[in-house]
């Protein structure tokens, strides 16, 4: 089976510009994860998605960060404006359904802000 | 929340030797599932073991093993006859269904393998 699809694999941006990423999660998988990778850190959790809908934007700072899931396959995070501190990897993953199992991870975007 | 800590930031060893790796999580939960993910330069996390707290067995997959002690809250694992495509970082992670099977990471330890 296709793996999580991400793009684009690598983005430079000044700061206060805009940004978006776009993961594709394997087909049936109902729920996807977004998650930013600082360099030296684990990944952290920034949103979970049930099909379209919204499970955990907790973690999600909302004022400059936007993600949505349309039709429940796609989903695409934004960042507007970037600051310097959102240099990371972007990880997306997706399960079969909410488990412990069958997580697979895309390869992620490496956002690099100057 | 639950918190994962690595302590080693980094770990060397030589090929074909054995490497353990510690990691230590906080939880109150009694049932949960602890992971061993292997992050390459490529980024892709890529899943080596998992082991779930009500099995008392200890996980193993190949050359990888785990010593998951329950009371001790302590989950490490340990790489036999190292090989150079070992090399990665590896990250030790929780989750449970109270919080609804999100994973939860920990910081991450560098291994390289010398040849």
């Known amino acids: 089976e296709a793996g999580v699809a991400q793009s684009p694999r690598y983005k430079i941006i000044e700061k206060r510009q805009s940004v978006a990423f776009w993961c594709n999660p394997i087909s049936g998988h109902a729920t996807l994860y977004w998650y930013q990778q600082i360099l030296g850190q684990g990944p952290k959790l920034l949103i979970q998605?049930?099909?379209?809908?919204?499970?955990?934007d907790s973690q999600l700072p909302k004022d400059r960060f936007s993600a949505e899931r349309l039709k429940g396959v796609d989903s695409t995070l934004k960042i507007q404006p970037a600051k310097l501190e959102d240099s990371a990897v972007y990880l997306c993953a997706s399960s079969l359904d909410r488990t412990p199992y069958g997580y697979t991870f895309g390869s992620g975007t490496r956002l690099t802000v100057v | 929340a639950q918190t994962v800590t690595q302590s080693q930031p980094e770990m060397s060893v030589q090929e074909a030797e054995t490497v353990t790796l510690s990691c230590t999580y906080d939880t109150s939960e009694n049932n949960y599932y602890l992971f061993w993910y292997k992050q390459p330069p490529s980024r892709q996390m890529i899943l080596v073991i998992r082991q779930e707290a009500y099995k008392q067995q200890n996980a193993t997959e190949n050359r990888f093993s785990v010593n998951f002690q329950k009371a001790a809250k302590s989950f490490s694992l340990k790489i036999s006859d190292s090989q150079l495509g070992d090399t990665a970082m590896y990250f030790c992670a929780f989750t449970s269904r109270d919080n609804d099977y999100k994973l939860s990471f920990g910081a991450g330890t560098t291994v390289t393998v010398r040849a």
């Open positions: 998605f049930q099909n379209n809908g919204v499970v955990d």
